[in-house]
């Protein structure tokens, strides 16, 4: 299983920035899939995530209402997107998989994740 986390980089406070990992060697609808964040000195923060089907997802309370997470299931690929950034939200995000059955919802916990990405860094400046 292979994730590759893109889209990063450096943007003003306020941008909107998408950031996209593509999956592969796995069968990609059987996969709950979440996005965290981590800032230097800082653990390893819960952002996003989506349940297998797509039909639920949840948000840290820092992001609630700026961030979308999504998923295509064709294109084997989740997107974050993020909105009014803040300097707050500047870290290294990364991406992650876990295989789970059809009834369990979105998975706010890394330990509760399988399979990580390369991470990509984003950085607000003001």
């Known amino acids: 299983v292979q994730l590759q986390a893109s889209g990063g980089g450096l943007v003003q406070v306020g941008d909107s920035l998408r950031l996209s990992c593509a999956a592969s060697?796995?069968?990609?609808?059987?996969?709950?899939l979440g996005w965290f964040r981590q800032a230097p000195g800082k653990e390893r923060e819960f952002v996003a995530a989506?349940?297998?089907?797509?039909?639920?997802?949840s948000y840290g309370d820092s992001v609630k209402g700026r961030f979308t997470i999504s998923r295509d299931n064709g294109k084997k690929t989740v997107h974050l997107q993020m909105t009014s950034l803040t300097v707050e939200d500047t870290a290294n995000y990364y991406c992650?998989?876990?295989?789970?059955?059809?009834?369990?919802?979105?998975?706010?916990?890394?330990?509760?994740?399988?399979?990580w990405g390369q991470g990509t860094q984003v950085t607000v400046s003001s």
């Open positions: 992650a998989a876990k295989t789970t059955i059809l009834s369990v919802g979105p998975i706010t916990t890394p330990t509760g994740y399988d399979h």
């Open positions: 060697g796995l069968t990609f609808s059987r996969y709950a």
């Open positions: 989506i349940s297998r089907g797509g039909g639920t997802t």
